[in-house]
C-alpha cells in the first residue's frame, strides 16, 4: 500500500491525528504492514510522528487537537478560558487535567502541562470536534470550579471575566450538583461569593463558619464576608 492511499483513506475518515489501529481499520491490512509503512514514511518525512502512536499527515497547528493523543485527560484552566474565547489572551501552552501524575511535555513547539485532581473530581467535560479531532474539555460549570480550585495558577479576575461573559449559559443546578460531589466547603465559599457578585444566587452550597481568604496568593487582610465567610482580599 502506497502513500498516495494511506493519505486518501485518512482523508476519507477526516483523520487529523491517527494511530496504527486506526489505520488498520480504514485499510484492512495485516498490523505489521502498517506499521512498517508508517516508520518508511516518517523516515521519508512524509507523515509526522507527534507521540508514541499516534501521528498525523501535517504539522498541528491547532494545539486543542493534542488532548486527543493523552487519555484520561481533559482541557481545562487556561486553555479552556482560551477555548471558550473569555480571553484574548493566547498561550502557547495546553493544560490539561489528569487523574494521574504526567510530566510536562513539548509536542510540536507546544508545551503540555497537566494538573492532577483527585478522582472525584474527574468530571465535568465535554467531547468537541477541532479540525477532525475528537476531543475533550471542562464544561462551563466545571470550568469555573476548577479554576478556583487552581487559583494558584489562575487571576480570579479571569475567572470573573468568564463569570460574567457566560452569565446567562451557566447552569446553576449543575454547578451546586458538581461542588457537592467535590465536597469542598472552602470552594464552595469562593465560588458561590464569585457568582453571587455576578448577581447569580445559589441556595445549596454549604459552608462552614471559619473565615478563610478569597485569594489564598494574598494576605489576609480584607473586609470580611459574613455570609460566604471569607476575607475579601482581592478586588474583583
Known amino acids: 500500500?502506497?502513500?498516495?492511499?494511506?493519505?486518501?483513506?485518512?482523508?476519507?475518515?477526516?483523520?487529523?491525528i491517527f494511530t496504527l489501529n486506526d489505520l488498520v481499520k480504514i485499510t484492512n491490512q495485516k498490523k505489521d504492514v502498517i506499521?512498517?509503512?508508517?516508520?518508511?514514511?516518517v523516515k521519508q518525512k512524509k507523515v509526522y510522528r507527534i507521540k508514541k502512536g499516534y501521528y498525523s499527515l501535517k504539522k498541528i497547528e491547532n494545539k486543542f487537537q493534542l488532548q486527543r493523543i493523552f487519555k484520561e485527560t481533559y482541557i481545562a484552566l487556561h486553555s479552556a478560558l482560551e477555548f471558550y474565547e473569555s480571553t484574548t489572551q493566547r498561550f502557547n501552552n495546553l493544560d490539561l487535567v489528569s487523574k494521574?501524575?504526567?510530566?510536562?511535555?513539548?509536542?510540536?513547539?507546544?508545551?503540555?502541562?497537566?494538573?492532577?485532581?483527585?478522582?472525584?473530581?474527574?468530571?465535568?467535560?465535554?467531547?468537541?470536534?477541532?479540525?477532525?479531532?475528537?476531543?475533550?474539555?471542562?464544561?462551563?460549570e466545571k470550568t469555573?470550579?476548577?479554576?478556583?480550585?487552581?487559583?494558584?495558577?489562575?487571576?480570579?479576575?479571569?475567572?470573573?471575566e468568564f463569570i460574567k461573559i457566560y452569565k446567562d449559559k451557566?447552569?446553576?443546578?449543575?454547578?451546586?450538583?458538581y461542588l457537592v460531589k467535590i465536597n469542598s466547603s472552602t470552594l464552595n465559599k469562593r465560588?458561590?461569593?464569585?457568582?453571587?457578585?455576578?448577581?447569580?444566587?445559589?441556595?445549596?452550597?454549604?459552608?462552614?463558619?471559619?473565615?478563610?481568604?478569597l485569594n489564598i496568593n494574598r494576605s489576609e487582610k480584607g473586609?470580611?464576608?459574613?455570609?460566604?465567610?471569607l476575607i475579601i482580599n482581592e478586588e474583583i
Request: glycine share 2%.
Open 144 to 160: 469555573i470550579i476548577d479554576c478556583v480550585y487552581f487559583s494558584s495558577k489562575i487571576y480570579l479576575t479571569e475567572v470573573n
Open 170 to 177: 451557566i447552569n446553576i443546578e449543575l454547578i451546586e450538583n
Open 191 to 213: 465560588i458561590g461569593y464569585l457568582l453571587e457578585k455576578e448577581g447569580i444566587e445559589t441556595r445549596n452550597l454549604r459552608i462552614n463558619n471559619k473565615y478563610e481568604k
Open 223 to 229: 473586609i470580611k464576608n459574613k455570609r460566604w465567610k
Open 35 to 41: 506499521k512498517s509503512k508508517l516508520t518508511l514514511f
Open 1 to 16: 500500500m502506497d502513500f498516495l492511499t494511506i493519505q486518501r483513506k485518512l482523508n476519507e475518515f477526516n483523520l487529523d
Open 100 to 140: 494521574n501524575i504526567l510530566k510536562k511535555q513539548e509536542i510540536m513547539d507546544f508545551k503540555v502541562n497537566f494538573h492532577k485532581v483527585r478522582k472525584n473530581m474527574f468530571f465535568g467535560f465535554k467531547k468537541e470536534i477541532v479540525n477532525n479531532t475528537e476531543i475533550f474539555i471542562s464544561n462551563i
